[in-house]
Nanobody, 127 residues
Framework: QVQLVESGGGLVEAGGSLRLSCAAS????????MGWFRQAPGKEREFVAA????????AYADSVKGRFTISRDNAKNTVYLQMNSLKPEDTAVYYC????????????????????WGQGTQVTVSS
């Protein structure tokens, strides 16, 4: 059974930083791209960032470019999301997800391309 467990969320003031982690177990983590998505109350789940299985490619939503950095450590089966210069509009539940197909270069922005999701971690940015 594949499991993804996020951690690192919390309450932070605008301009602050947080680092989210997502630990994977139960599947060969290193052959799948990983993504981060977020969902604010009353809004659709939206793409934040994705990283290919070898870390050769990364993709970001325009709203987080230059502020967020996705990375992964395949030896630790963990993917990270470093979030700097946080804004109140970044407030949401953040989810990590594993791609459903092991393609080396892929960094999909589409939720439907991911078949395994974590339970989510709350990030709240106060103004």
């Amino acid at each position: 059974q594949v499991q993804l467990v996020e951690s690192g969320g919390g309450l932070v003031e605008a301009g602050g930083s947080l680092r989210l982690s997502c630990a994977a177990s139960g599947r060969t983590f290193s052959i799948y791209a990983m993504g981060w998505f977020r969902q604010a109350p009353g809004k659709e789940r939206e793409f934040v960032a994705a990283i290919s299985r070898s870390s050769s490619n990364a993709a970001y939503a325009d709203s987080v470019k230059g502020r967020f950095t996705i990375s992964r450590d395949n030896a630790k089966n963990t993917v990270y999301l470093q979030m700097n210069s946080l804004k109140p509009e970044d407030t949401a539940v953040y989810y990590c997800a594993a791609d459903r197909i092991p393609i080396n270069w892929r960094t999909s922005t589409t939720p439907g391309d991911y078949d395994t999701w974590g339970q989510g971690t709350q990030v709240t940015v106060s103004s």
